[in-house]
Nanobody, 117 residues
């Protein structure tokens, strides 16, 4: 079965960069017509799509986050990563990685990231 696992620091200081990695097992991030996404959920709010990297390496971002967001991948490790620059406390959320085709069929368990000094 395909499994996704988020990893990275749970605490980030304001103005610094949030960096997370999603490790994928049971399937290749380069084989098949899948897109690999980052989604977050702030406390008490709904899910917010952040961006995606496709199987060929193409990237797409939410307009509201595009200026601060970068998604990349390491195909040798079957991983893809998220960087969010210039964070504020409003970026505090549970961050998820997920696979997308016609729907989001596989999700990581999510990881809590708190932005605080």
């Amino acid at each position: 079965q395909v499994q996704l696992q988020e990893s990275g620091p749970g605490l980030v200081k304001p103005s610094q960069t949030l960096s997370l990695t999603c490790t994928v097992s049971g399937g290749s991030i380069t084989i098949g017509y899948y897109a690999w996404s980052w989604i977050r959920q702030p406390p008490g709010k709904g899910l917010e799509w952040m961006g995606v990297i496709a199987h060929d390496g193409s990237t797409y971002y939410s307009p509201s986050l595009k200026s601060r967001t970068s998604i990349s991948r390491d195909t040798s490790k079957n991983q893809f990563s998220l960087q969010l620059n210039s964070v504020t406390p409003e970026d505090t959320a549970v961050y998820y990685c997920a696979r997308h085709y016609s729907d989001y069929d596989y999700w990581g368990q999510g990881t809590q990231v708190t932005v605080s000094s």
